[in-house]
């Protein structure tokens, strides 16, 4: 089989290889890859910017992919049942978290990082990271979903709790902001969108969101998210930008608003003014993606809703370069793919 492979850290390290074809043990499902996705997280890896949380010696590259199940190995009590050769899947982000709260051994099985990950054309995983693809989402759209899409529905359903009515921030329109935008209006919240472009704005109104904000030309951008809410603030912000946009981020929300700290795209440490949290009694959380359930739960709230993920470009398995390139220039409008194999 073909793999795109970190044979150590540095993006001029990273190949197309030819690897042995795994098989499958007791209890694991061979995957036939079709289609991975790329997440800011996977230029970190690249870098080693996870430090010894993350293989970096022949690491199969990427978290986020999904394809056909196409071989199964024994079934052990909890092994292979439900799963039959030729069903459509898609892998949970973290490999071994299957549902309840985050544990370090959980975060200690992400996919491209800790363990190998998904861009070979043949995974094998066990059946516990694996949630099957309805008919009503592509192989390209499903690849997008085990990062991006779980930790949106984190910050904004499983842990922000987002009700109709709320006033939520995103900021960008990279994927995570992009899914938050959509699930806020899938459960009735208005949706404020930052962008440093006016055309992202507009694509961005497209999908739905209330009002948008160039913070190239309002720097102050959280007096007028809080004044577009009756001077009263936002109910929850999704904070992907990091220690640049923090302090506005905590400026623009209300008293007793939510903010999800996600992303750190603009820097990853900030003097933080204590005082703006306490005396507004906010809660600031951190997300770190999600489980193989809440994947499930996203899955099937898409489905149902008929909402699809927003592709930027999709590029060819050889072409690897080109689109870790398109996403360190920081162009693209939603999620950029990548096919694996010949189809």
């Not at 930790?151 to 109709?164: E, I, K």
């Not at 904070?239 to 929300?253: D, H, P």
């Amino acid at each position: 089989m073909k793999a795109v492979v970190l044979q150590s850290p540095g993006i001029d390290n990273v190949a197309l290889v030819d690897l042995p074809d795994p098989e499958p043990g007791p209890g694991e499902v061979r995957v036939r890859v079709k289609a991975v996705s790329l997440n800011y997280r996977d230029l970190l890896t690249l870098d080693a910017g996870y430090g010894s949380r993350q293989k970096t010696d022949n690491l199969i590259l990427l978290s986020d992919g999904a394809g056909t199940v196409d071989a199964l190995g024994d079934a052990l009590d909890d092994g292979v049942a439900g799963f039959q050769v030729g069903d459509r899947v898609v892998a949970s982000f973290f490999r071994d978290w299957t549902a309840g709260p985050a544990t370090r051994a959980r975060l200690d099985s992400a996919l491209g990082g800790a363990v190998d990950g998904m861009f070979a054309e043949l995974r094998v995983l066990p059946s516990h990271s694996l949630v099957k693809v309805p008919d009503a989402l592509t192989d390209v759209e499903a690849s997008t979903l085990p990062c991006a899409a779980v930790t949106a529905w984190s910050a904004l359903v499983s842990q922000g709790r987002v009700a109709p009515g709320d006033v939520v921030l995103t900021q960008g329109t990279g994927g995570v902001s992009l899914f938050a935008l959509q699930f806020a209006k899938m459960a009735g919240a208005t949706v404020i969108a930052t962008s440093s472009s006016d055309e992202k704005l507009a694509r961005a109104r497209e999908l739905g969101a209330d009002h948008g904000i160039n913070y190239k030309e309002i720097s102050d951008w959280a007096r007028q998210a809080r004044a577009l809410n009756n001077g009263n603030g936002v109910d929850h912000v999704v904070e992907v930008g990091g220690a640049g946009t923090l302090e506005q981020s905590i400026k623009a929300t209300r008293v007793g608003g939510t903010v999800s700290l996600i992303g750190v795209l603009s820097g990853a440490t900030n003097d933080l003014r204590l005082p703006l949290v306490v005396t507004q009694n906010m809660r600031l959380q951190g997300v770190t993606v999600g489980s193989r359930d809440q994947l499930a739960a996203v899955v099937g709230a898409m489905a149902a809703g008929g909402v699809r993920p927003v592709i930027d470009q999709v590029f060819e398995m050889a072409d690897f370069r080109r689109a870790f390139d398109h996403m360190q220039s920081g162009r693209h409008f939603g999620k950029i793919c990548l096919g694996v194999g010949s189809s």
